[in-house]
T-cell receptor, first 115, second 110 residues
Framework: DAEITQSPRHKITETGRQVTLACHQTWNHNNMFWYRQDLGHGLRLIHYSYGVQDTNKGEVSDGYSVSRSNTEDLPLTLESAASSQTSVYFC??????????????FGPGTRLTVL | AQRVTQPEKLLSVFKGAPVELKCNYSYSGSPELFWYVQYSRQRLQLLLRHISRESIKGFTADLNKGETSFHLKKPFAQEEDSAMYYCALSGVGGSEKLVFGKGTKLTVNP
C-alpha cells in the first residue's frame, strides 16, 4: 500500500548541530509539505514543494531548508539547531491540481528535541 | 491575509451531548475548507471537506459564507471523538497549501 513515512521518529540533538529529517512518500504525489506542530500555534507551514526542483518558503521557514531531487522525498534540514526548534514535525503530501479534492496525507511525525 | 480562527483551545462535553467546534476564516474569495482530526498517538487525517457535503462519523460542517464560518457539529458526542481538531483553508489564489487554525482539543467525558 502507498504510504508516507518519516525518520527518525524521535531525535535529540544539541544546539548548533545540523539535523536532517527525512520524509518519503510512495503515492507519486507532486506536492509535499513540512509543518511544525506546537502547543498554542497549531500546525505551521515551514516549506513546501510542488514538484522536483521546486521549493517554496512557508510561514516559518527561517532556520530550515529543503531540497527536492525526486518525487518521493523531501528532506528537511535544520542548518544550526536552536532550542526554539524543539517541536513535532509533520510531513504531508497531496496530488497536484486536485482542486477541491485537495486532501493532504500526513506522516506519523518526528519529535525533535534541541538541548 | 488568509487566516483560520478556532476560538476554543479546549472543549469538554459529556457523552451523548451535542458538540460544536467553531471555525471562522478570513478570505474574500471562494475557499475550500476542511476539518482534520488527530486522535491520540495517531497521525493527522482528513475528517471532512465542505465541497462534498458529507457526514463522517456523525460529524457535519456547513459553510456559511455570510458569517465566514465552517463549524463542525455532532448531535451526540462519543468518547472516541476525543481528539484534536483542526480547521483548514485551501485554494487561496489557486494555491494548494493549507492554512490551519490552532486547533481545538475535544474531550468527551463518560
Amino acid at each position: 500500500d502507498a504510504e508516507i513515512t518519516q525518520s527518525p521518529r524521535h531525535k535529540i540533538t544539541e544546539t548548533g548541530r545540523q539535523v536532517t529529517l527525512a520524509c518519503h512518500q510512495t503515492w507519486n504525489h507532486n506536492n509535499m509539505f513540512w509543518y511544525r506542530q506546537d502547543l498554542g500555534h497549531g500546525l505551521r507551514l515551514i516549506h513546501y514543494s510542488y514538484g522536483v526542483q521546486d521549493t517554496n518558503k512557508g510561514e516559518v521557514s527561517d532556520g530550515y531548508s529543503v531540497s527536492r531531487s525526486n518525487t518521493e522525498d523531501l528532506p528537511l534540514t535544520l542548518e544550526s539547531a536552536a532550542s526554539s526548534q524543539t517541536s513535532v514535525y509533520f510531513c504531508a503530501s497531496s496530488e497536484y491540481g486536485a482542486g477541491w479534492d485537495n486532501e493532504q496525507f500526513f506522516g506519523p511525525g518526528t519529535r525533535l528535541t534541541v538541548l | 491575509a488568509q487566516r483560520v480562527t478556532q476560538p476554543e483551545k479546549l472543549l469538554s462535553v459529556f457523552k451523548g451531548a451535542p458538540v460544536e467546534l467553531k471555525c471562522n476564516y478570513s478570505y474574500s474569495g471562494s475557499p475550500e475548507l476542511f476539518w482534520y482530526v488527530q486522535y491520540s498517538r495517531q497521525r493527522l487525517q482528513l475528517l471532512l471537506r465542505h465541497i462534498s457535503r458529507e457526514s463522517i462519523k456523525g460529524f457535519t460542517a456547513d459553510l456559511n459564507k455570510g458569517e465566514t464560518s465552517f463549524h463542525l457539529k455532532k448531535p451526540f458526542a462519543q468518547e472516541e471523538d476525543s481528539a484534536m481538531y483542526y480547521c483548514a483553508l485551501s485554494g487561496v489564489g489557486g494555491s494548494e497549501k493549507l492554512v490551519f487554525g490552532k486547533g481545538t482539543k475535544l474531550t468527551v467525558n463518560p
